[in-house]
């Protein structure tokens, strides 16, 4: 296929031809990469990012610190830590039958990739698989969201300080961009955003074979029994549902509450919310905006068909359109068909559901696509394993929520609907890697005695061998 009208192709092609000088760097040469990074982003730049994402959608310095950078300086400590093993050679057994063979397997790099980062974490999810990306050898082209200008430029200028653009380049573009991108015949695609958008980028990386890793989203539920403690699950959910003002693809998007503890449950969650946030909450330092007026208009909508639908609003409602500011909003009541039980919220509205069993609880989240995460808050482990013996979901924590996605020892992405192939850690490394077998033939072997011509003596050889090795 011809490429050279492709406005990236150029680009797309020196780090082709650069590819296999990077992939040979050792341990250390990667290493002092990820170090330059974490350097970059814990010190030279830390105020640069900290401001733009400020500006981008107000989020507060300590809550940048937390889960934009925290994560990423904990991602590379990580890979510095383990990725010397990472990178050696794995030797696995030798079956009798191939008696004088050695085997064993490699991780190499894909070659040349792509990552399309979002918006809600915008450094931390461009960064996170681009450390992956480093530390498995690989040349990379990112594209991150234009809806966060400000940290896009700030990435911009990390991204051209430590590297030459045959090896890790940024590029800044409406959707056009990635369009044009997505034409390129990547070597793997990286890409976070919503199923419906995944479902494009998948559909454009089958013309050219590219391997996809697609980190989505989907209404992760979460469970809440009566053997639960209710004020330390509250506690728990108020922060994790409106942490970046609820714009977290692992948030808590709806409540599966046993019918006889839910009038505590909002009581809590009301005082709840006043402990971080004050009654005066649209001037609270600690809870960000709403990315733009598209967004906000969009939350808007849920509430008014909420509404339409006789829904109780049992906390929150009140919004500020001129600073795209929504208050945490819980809501009970909604009927089947309420579009906030159809569609991922991905803003500060927390739908309530009551049910009388487990089972009618397990058959709901059934009912729906797998989710990206599922919560648990219970005492019971009869229960909690019921939970998790009879769901699906990428990822899930028990009597928490969020933390799951910070532990670098765990894989994290989604299951069908809601992503495929996983990050972080090890998991990172190996989906930006080609797991690579070697044989290699010692001294002549056992496996010799079945070449042609296959006589009667070299047929009961080969069933001896069935039965026995």
């Known amino acids: 296929m011809d490429y050279s009208n492709n406005r990236y192709f150029d680009l797309f092609r020196k780090q082709k031809e650069n590819q296999y000088k ?53 991602e590379i400590k990580h890979a510095k830590k383990y990725l010397k093993s990472w990178m050696s050679n794995h030797k696995v057994s030798t079956p009798l039958a191939l008696f004088g063979t050695s085997s064993w397997y490699k991780y190499e790099p894909k070659g040349v990739c792509l990552i ?39 990435m911009a200028k990390i991204i051209k300080d430590l590297f030459h653009e045959n090896e890790v380049a940024l590029i800044q573009g409406e959707v056009e961009t990635s ?49 639960a403690n209710i004020k330390s699950a509250v506690k728990k959910i108020v922060w994790g549902k409106f942490l970046n003002n609820g714009q977290t693809c692992v948030a808590p998007d709806y409540i599966l509450i046993n019918e006889t503890i839910k009038d505590d449950f909002i009581q809590s969650f009301k005082t709840q919310l006043e402990h971080f946030f ?26 008014e068909n909420a509404k339409s639908k006789n829904a109780t609003i049992e906390i929150g409602g009140k919004s500020d359109s001129d600073k795209n500011f929504l208050e945490p909003t819980v809501i009970s009541n909604l009927p089947e068909d309420a579009s906030l039980l159809e569609s991922e919220i991905f803003g500060p509205i927390l739908p309530i559901k009551t049910y009388k069993t487990l089972y009618e609880a397990i058959n709901y989240i059934n009912s729906k696509e797998k989710p990206l995460s599922l919560y648990i808050y219970s005492s019971n482990k009869k229960n909690i394993d019921f939970i998790l013996n009879n769901t699906r979901a990428g990822t899930t924590c028990i009597n928490n929520n969020l933390l799951q996605a910070s532990n670098h020892y765990l894989p994290f992405g989604g299951s069908n609907n809601s992503g495929m192939g996983k990050s972080h850690g090890f998991f990172g ?13 010692n001294f002549k072997g056992f496996i010799e005695n079945f070449y042609p011509p296959y006589t009667s003596a070299k047929q009961k050889l080969i069933d001896l061998t069935i039965k026995w090795f």
């Open 22 to 74: 990077v992939a040979n760097t050792n341990y250390k040469g990667r290493t002092k990469k990820l170090v330059a990074i974490k350097h970059a982003i814990e010190v030279t730049y830390k105020d640069q990012i900290r401001e733009a994402l400020y500006n981008d959608f107000k989020k507060p310095f300590a809550e940048t610190d937390l889960t934009e950078i925290y994560q990423i300086i904990g």
């Open 179 to 227: 369009q044009e991108l997505l034409k390129l015949p990547f070597n793997h695609i990286f890409f976070t955003g919503s199923p419906k958008v995944g479902k494009i980028v998948m559909e454009a990386a089958a013309k050219n074979l590219s391997s996809v890793t697609l980190e989505l989203g989907g209404k992760s539920p979460t469970i809440i029994d009566e053997t």
């Open 429 to 441: 490394f190996q989906e930006f890697s080609n797991t690579r077998a070697i044989l290699k033939q």
């Open 116 to 154: 399309i980062s979002p918006w809600n974490y915008p450094l931390n999810l461009t960064f996170d698989p681009l450390v992956s990306a480093i530390a498995a050898g690989n040349t990379v082209i990112i594209k991150p969201s234009e809806l966060t200008p400000n940290i896009s430029s700030v």
């Open 278 to 303: 004050t009654k005066d909450v649209i001037n609270s330092n600690s809870i960000c905006r709403i990315l733009n007026s598209d967004h906000f208009d969009r939350l808007i909508n849920h509430l």
